[in-house]
Nanobody, 124 residues
Framework: QVQLVESGGGLVQAGGSLRLSCAAS????????MGWFRQAPGKEREFVAT????????DYANAVKGRFTISRDNAKNTGHLQMNNLKPEDAAVYYC?????????????????WGQGTQVTVSS
């Protein structure tokens, strides 16, 4: 069992930055690949980024590539999503999730545990 708690969301102007964090507790965080997903009102949850168990392999959705950076600190059982040059279309509830595998996945049904989400609002 892994518990995940996201933080760092908030209101930011377009072009601004936010850094989301995902704190893990329970079973060893380093045994899990991690992903970030987001869901805007009226839309399906979508993939944002993923990082492998060791942190060496990352993958990004085209919509965020070059603006967002996923990272993790296994010693601190924490993952992060650095979001730069935010756009109004990035506004959503952001979720972190982990899966018991070496690499992540773009499919949300591949993940075993989810956080409760953190709201990101981007004003134009």
């Amino acid at each position: 069992q892994v518990q995940l708690v996201e933080s760092g969301g908030g209101l930011v102007q377009a072009g601004g930055s936010l850094r989301l964090s995902c704190a893990a507790s329970g079973r060893s965080f380093s045994m899990y690949a991690m992903g970030w997903f987001r869901q805007a009102p009226g839309k399906e949850r979508e993939f944002v980024a993923t990082i492998s168990r060791s942190g060496t392999i990352t993958d990004y959705a085209n919509a965020v590539k070059g603006r967002f950076t996923i990272s993790r600190d296994n010693a601190k059982n924490t993952g992060h999503l650095q979001m730069n040059n935010l756009k109004p279309e990035d506004a959503a509830v952001y979720y972190c999730a982990v899966r018991y595998d070496y690499i992540g996945s773009r499919r949300d049904d591949a993940y075993n545990y989810w956080g409760q989400g953190t709201q990101v609002t981007v004003s134009s």
